[in-house]
């Protein structure tokens, strides 16, 4: 192996053991203090919010370990294995994103209308299809494939995290030590680790089996799986207006909206910050999107300008695996970044060094800087760094986005508004890959693409700045994305953790505190 594929074992070798001492510092730093855990009496409360929290987890990281199985090979597959022309590829891409706008219009309110677990089994099957049609060859059989793959990303993205918000407020965890946003930060962690191990697991399925059909094969596998625990574990939920049209179930439905959180009260489409923030995401979502087409392209050839004699392929899966673990890095960064100081008030109140608006305008900026880094770039080292700094910003951007779509949208219409607020990102992917194809398969052709992707996002941060201001102090309810490490020890109430390691006293909600 030469040193032009060296650099991505490399990377990966490197990143691993530190994402393991980031996530695990605070069970290091306990070890090695002599700390001993405090030992609280269980809360049956607490107990059934953690065994939602595995319940759920259990599900979800399946069908994300399936669909990041395949996302490496995609490209690869089509355009290599299978010797498909760039204009064809492109085509495929586009028929996902054609049919997940389309789908948009409609799944989110079929999720909150038939039942989110339904949704999410729909998805299993679905998804599986999908994965299965890349084993043909047939031109019709491919774009029917990806329409599908289309679908089942609508309905990954507004689905699963729709019904365990909905679990999570009907059953009144609110009221529990893990927050929400605690749920959701270990759940980006987890995610981010499990597409770890999925890319080393398909670059060593391609490697052993000689085919990148393989991992899409597997995927199926853990779709299934996803989809027998679901039918076992899970119970449905429904959107809140689906009780009251449905007749039944009314008076649970009126309940949950009484129990939304103040900041959450019915969203409506003309409010500007669901249009700022859909904005915001078409934005980086759009351009991480246009990334994930393009990266492959553009280090193999820049691989291949610096390594002529060669003719290998690079290892996707392992350069896949690389970027999540940098974006699990950035994730558990959001931890240091938002470092608290006590705002002399009422026990757990605290004030923010750096707030999450903050954090999400400097997340666009620094990934503008790095689109025109990799712009200009010629060397394969370069090209890679810029990426991996690119993912880093992904992972601070994800639990900044998500904190504040959660005090956006309410619970009763969230399936419905995330798919409304993903339609104007699958027309903007669309758009810039039929573009872009446009430009032929010259060499170099994603310098454009890449210094468009960085002016889109430095407009998202103006709009950020003017648009998705929050207040200087903790919001009720929301916690920092936790210290993996806190969950992995077991500890019942969940402390909040200084950037400097020490405990500050934990999150007290005003209905705990009376």
Same mark, same amino acid.
């Given at each position: 192996?030469?040193?032009?594929?060296?650099?991505?074992?490399?990377?990966?070798?490197?990143?691993?053991?530190?994402?393991?001492?980031?996530?695990?510092?605070?069970?290091?730093?306990?070890?090695? +203090?002599?700390?001993?855990?405090?030992?609280?009496?269980?809360?049956?409360?607490?107990?059934?919010?953690?065994?939602?929290?595995?319940?759920?987890?259990?599900?979800?990281?399946?069908?994300?370990?399936?669909?990041?199985?395949?996302?490496?090979?995609?490209?690869?597959?089509?355009?290599?294995?299978?010797?498909?022309?760039?204009?064809?590829?492109?085509?495929?891409?586009?028929?996902?994103?054609?049919?997940?706008?389309?789908?948009?219009?409609? =799944?989110?309110?079929?999720?909150?209308?038939?039942? +989110?677990?339904?949704?999410?089994?729909?998805?299993?099957?679905?998804?599986?299809?999908?994965? #299965?049609?890349?084993?043909?060859?047939?031109?019709?059989?491919?774009?029917?494939?990806?329409?599908?793959?289309?679908?089942?990303?609508?309905?990954?993205?507004?689905?699963?995290?729709?019904?365990?918000?909905?679990?999570?407020?009907?059953?009144?965890?609110?009221?529990?030590?893990?927050?929400?946003?605690?749920?959701?930060?270990?759940?980006?962690?987890?995610?981010?680790?499990?597409?770890?191990?999925? %890319? #080393?697991?398909?670059?060593?399925? #391609?490697?052993?089996?000689?085919?990148?059909?393989?991992?899409?094969?597997?995927?199926?596998?853990?779709?299934?799986?996803?989809?027998?625990?679901?039918?076992? =574990?899970?119970?449905?939920?429904?959107?809140?207006?689906?009780? #009251?049209?449905?007749?039944?179930?009314?008076?649970?439905?009126?309940?949950?909206?009484?129990?939304?959180?103040?900041?959450?009260?019915?969203?409506?489409?003309?409010?500007?910050?669901?249009?700022?923030?859909?904005?915001?995401?078409?934005?980086?979502?759009?351009?991480?999107?246009?990334?994930?087409?393009?990266?492959?392209?553009?280090?193999?050839?820049?691989?291949? +300008?610096?390594?002529?004699?060669?003719?290998?392929?690079?290892?996707?899966?392992?350069?896949?695996?690389?970027?999540?673990?940098?974006?699990?890095?950035?994730?558990?960064?959001?931890?240091?970044?938002?470092?608290?100081?006590?705002?002399?008030?009422?026990?757990?109140? =605290?004030?923010?060094?750096?707030?999450? =608006?903050?954090?999400?305008?400097?997340?666009?900026?620094?990934?503008?800087?790095?689109?025109?880094?990799?712009?200009?770039?010629?060397?394969?080292?370069?090209?890679?760094?810029?990426?991996?700094?690119?993912?880093?910003?992904?992972?601070?951007?994800?639990?900044?986005?998500?904190?504040?779509?959660?005090?956006?949208?309410?619970?009763?219409? +969230?399936?419905?508004?995330?798919?409304?607020?993903?339609?104007?990102?699958?027309?903007?992917?669309?758009?810039?890959?039929?573009?872009?194809? %446009?430009?032929?398969?010259?060499?170099?052709?994603?310098?454009?693409?890449?210094?468009?992707?960085?002016?889109?996002?430095?407009?998202?941060?103006?709009?950020?700045?003017?648009?998705?201001?929050?207040?200087?102090?903790?919001?009720?309810?929301?916690?920092?994305?936790?210290?993996?490490?806190?969950?992995?020890?077991?500890?019942?109430?969940?402390?909040?953790?200084?950037?400097?390691?020490?405990?500050?006293?934990?999150?007290?909600?005003?209905?705990?505190?009376?």
């Amino acid at each position: 192996m030469n040193m032009g594929l060296d650099i991505y074992w490399i990377g990966l070798l490197v990143l691993v053991p530190v994402v393991a001492i980031v996530a695990g510092h605070g069970i290091i730093l306990s070890v090695l +203090r002599g700390t001993p855990t405090e030992k609280r009496e269980p809360d049956p409360l607490d107990e059934d919010a953690r065994k939602l929290q595995r319940t759920f987890l259990r599900v979800y990281l399946l069908v994300i370990g399936s669909e990041w199985l395949q996302n490496p090979f995609m490209y690869s597959l089509f355009r290599n294995e299978k010797t498909l022309d760039e204009a064809t590829v492109a085509t495929l891409y586009i028929s996902t994103y054609v049919a997940a706008a389309v789908s948009a219009l409609f =799944t989110g309110y079929l999720t909150d209308r038939f039942g +989110r677990r339904r949704a999410c089994l729909v998805f299993c099957g679905i998804h599986s299809l999908a994965a #299965v049609s890349v084993c043909f060859d047939e031109l019709p059989v491919l774009i029917l494939g990806r329409v599908l793959g289309g679908v089942a990303l609508t309905l990954l993205w507004t689905a699963f995290e729709s019904w365990v918000i909905a679990e999570y407020n009907e059953r009144g965890f609110a009221q529990s030590s893990l927050s929400l946003s605690s749920m959701f930060g270990i759940m980006t962690t987890s995610k981010c680790i499990t597409a770890i191990f999925a %890319g #080393v697991l398909g670059h060593c399925v #391609v490697l052993a089996l000689g085919s990148k059909i393989h991992p899409f094969i597997l995927g199926v596998a853990l779709d299934l799986s996803a989809a027998i625990l679901m039918i076992r =574990t899970w119970k449905e939920n429904w959107g809140v207006t689906s009780g #009251v049209d449905e007749g039944i179930d009314g008076d649970k439905a009126a309940e949950a909206q009484e129990h939304l959180p103040s900041d959450q009260a019915p969203t409506s489409l003309w409010d500007l910050r669901v249009w700022a923030m859909s904005f915001v995401t078409c934005c980086f979502d759009g351009t991480i999107f246009l990334f994930m087409f393009f990266w492959p392209e553009t280090l193999q050839d820049a691989h291949d +300008r610096e390594h002529p004699e060669k003719n290998g392929s690079i290892p996707h899966g392992v350069i896949f695996a690389s970027f999540m673990a940098i974006m699990v890095l950035g994730a558990l960064s959001f931890n240091i970044l938002m470092a608290e100081e006590p705002s002399g008030g009422y026990r757990g109140s =605290t004030r923010y060094a750096l707030t999450p =608006t903050q954090l999400l305008k400097g997340a666009l900026v620094v990934s503008a800087v790095c689109f025109l880094a990799a712009a200009f770039a010629r060397e394969e080292i370069a090209l890679f760094i810029s990426f991996l700094l690119l993912e880093v910003c992904n992972g601070i951007y994800v639990p900044s986005v998500a904190y504040h779509r959660g005090t956006i949208v309410s619970d009763g219409a +969230r399936a419905r508004v995330y798919g409304l607020m993903n339609i104007p990102l699958f027309v903007f992917v669309i758009i810039a890959l039929y573009t872009a194809n %446009g430009t032929g398969d010259t060499g170099g052709r994603w310098q454009p693409v890449f210094l468009f992707c960085a002016a889109l996002l430095l407009l998202a941060a103006l709009v950020t700045s003017m648009y998705l201001h929050v207040g200087n102090r903790r919001p009720e309810g929301f916690a920092e994305i936790p210290n993996l490490s806190r969950d992995l020890a077991g500890i019942d109430r969940l402390p909040l953790v200084h950037a400097s390691g020490a405990e500050l006293d934990p999150i007290v909600h005003k209905d705990d505190s009376a």
